[in-house]
Each structure stands twice: as C-alpha cells, then as structure tokens.
C-alpha cells in the first residue's frame, strides 16, 4: 500500500493499490482487470486499486489483487489517511476481453459485476464507468478533483 501527497504521481501494478491527497495523482494500465478509484469530494482524498480477480477465496497475503477485499482494504486506507469518515464515490475502468480463450474472456465482465455488487452493498456509488471491449486502457485519478482521465491508444481521452 502506497500513500502520497503533494502532486506526486504513482504507477499502480496489478494487484496493488495507493491513496492520495494534495494533487496528487495515481495511474494503473488495465486490460481485464479493474481499476477502482474511489475518491472524496471534501478532503480531496483519492485511492486506486488495480483488481486483478473477483474473489480472494481466502487469501489475504495481496488484498490489493481481489475486489472483495480490495475496496475495503482501499477504504480503510483512505479513512487513515483522512483521520476521519469518508463520504466516497467511486468510477470503474478496465474489464476488457483482452483473450480468445473463453474461460479468460469472462473475468473481465466477472471483476466488472464483482465491483459493482460490493460498491451497492457498501452505499458507495459508481458516478461512471468505461468498462468491456476489448482494448486496454490507461487510467489515470486526479486527486485534484476526482477527474479521472482514461487512455485507449488511436483514440481521444476520455474524462470520467
């Protein structure tokens, strides 16, 4: 777990995750897996997980790596950082069919499905989402303001 402030810029890899304030800002490149930024308007307090898989199953030596135990892991992070409660929001990328195999082409839709459920459950709501096809993308959270700016290559970004 990773944690910044001012204006620093992190690369989250897959199965990690970061918390940051005062500008800074977190990056991840997805193909199937998902990336949850999750981010709180008041204090300006952002986190971003690179899920890997829907489930932990019971393991817990990477939270970062599975969406049930990511988001909450992610959040109890943001909550140190802000000594306080956090009223979060959240937006998606990634859970692109990136192979022909079609046991693999699923995980992408199953870690979507995954990090919606949880983020129902848990009152936070997905204010957007560029989510399936099947080209990577590079995201990027802007703790600044919560943009969060999305990168397919050959095409415009995208602000969510």
Do not use: W
Not at 19 to 39: F, H, M, N, Q
Request: charged fraction near 20%; include cysteine; hydrophobic fraction near 40%.
């Amino acid at each position: 777990m990773e944690e910044l402030g001012s204006a620093a810029t992190a690369s989250i890899r897959m199965g990690e995750m970061a918390v940051a304030c005062d500008g800074a800002e977190l990056r991840t490149l997805l193909g199937s897996c998902i990336g949850v930024a999750l981010y709180d308007r008041r204090r300006r307090i952002g986190g971003l997980a690179h899920v890997v898989l829907p489930q932990a199953r019971q393991q817990t030596d990477r939270p970062g790596k599975f969406v049930d135990t990511a988001i909450p892991a992610l959040i109890e992070q943001m909550e140190t950082l802000a000594n306080c409660e956090l009223s979060l929001v959240a937006k998606l990328a990634g859970g692109a069919s990136m192979f022909s195999n079609s046991a693999v082409v699923s995980i992408g839709q199953q870690n979507i499905d995954s990090c919606e459920r949880l983020l129902a459950e848990l009152g936070i709501p997905v204010l957007a989402k560029h989510c399936g096809g099947e080209q990577g993308r590079r995201m990027l959270l802007k703790t600044e303001n919560g943009e969060v700016v999305i990168e397919i290559v050959g095409q415009d970004p995208v602000n969510l």
